[in-house]
Nanobody, 124 residues
């Protein structure tokens, strides 16, 4: 069983930055492909970014390319999402997700484990 706990959300002005963290329980983090999804009020959950268990493999949604960076520290069982140049439309609850092995897929159905989410609010 994998448990995921997100942190780092908050209120930030447009153009600012935040770094989200997601800590995974257990000692097999290196075998997990990790992803971030987000869900805005009244909208469906959408893929943001993923990093595969194979070092160097990443995937991003087009609207965050060049602004967001996903990274992982296997020694700390943690995945990060560095979010720069934030926009109003980035406001959402951000969820961490995990799957065993696999590629850094964009479909939510590919992921077995989910965190509770952390709120990110971007103000003008």
């Amino acid at each position: 069983q994998v448990q995921l706990v997100e942190s780092g959300g908050g209120l930030v002005q447009a153009g600012g930055s935040l770094r989200l963290s997601c800590v995974s329980s257990g000692s097999t983090f290196s075998r997990l492909t990790m992803a971030w999804f987000r869900q805005a009020p009244g909208a469906e959950r959408e893929f943001v970014a993923a990093t595969g268990w194979i070092r160097g493999s990443t995937n991003y949604r087009d609207s965050v390319k060049g602004r967001f960076t996903i990274s992982r520290d296997n020694g700390k069982s943690t995945v990060y999402l560095q979010m720069d140049t934030l926009r109003l439309e980035d406001t959402a609850v951000y969820y961490c997700a995990a799957r065993w092995y696999g590629n850094p897929a964009a479909g939510a159905g590919a992921y077995e484990y989910w965190g509770q989410g952390t709120q990110v609010t971007v103000s003008s």
